[in-house]
């Protein structure tokens, strides 16, 4: 069973920066794409980054530009580097694997995420 554990979440002012690091228990090689998203409170859960197999990298348009998504197949993680924070990233963040042979969905527990103004 894939366990994904997110870390990284925390309290930072507006322009600060946060680094969100995804744990997984298994071989992260053979997810078909991974990804991040996010849940404001009130608010659905809508996708932040994503990152395939092969390092093809996709983003919500009010994260382009802001943030960065990354994998390391070597050391079964995936990050997301957020810079120039805005209160309105304020959300839990979760983290996401997909395996298309399976057609498995795996989910992280989330980690929050909050900006002040």
């Known amino acids: 069973q894939v366990q994904l554990v997110e870390s990284g979440g925390g309290l930072v002012q507006a322009g600060g920066s946060l680094r969100l690091s995804c744990a997984a228990s298994g071989n ?17 859960r809508e996708l932040v980054a994503g990152i395939g197999s092969r390092g093809g990298k996709h983003y919500a348009d009010f994260a382009k530009g802001r943030f960065t998504i ?6 079964n993680t995936m990050n997301l580097q957020m810079d120039s924070l805005k209160p309105e990233d304020t959300a839990v963040y979760y983290c996401n694997a997909y395996v298309r042979t399976t057609s498995q969905d795996y989910w992280g527990q989330g980690t929050q995420v909050s900006v002040s103004s």
């Not at 992260?28 to 659905?44: L, N």
């Open 70 to 75: 990354s994998r390391n197949n070597a050391k």
């Open 28 to 44: 992260i090689s053979s997810f078909t794409s991974m990804g991040w998203h996010r849940q404001a409170p009130g608010k659905q």
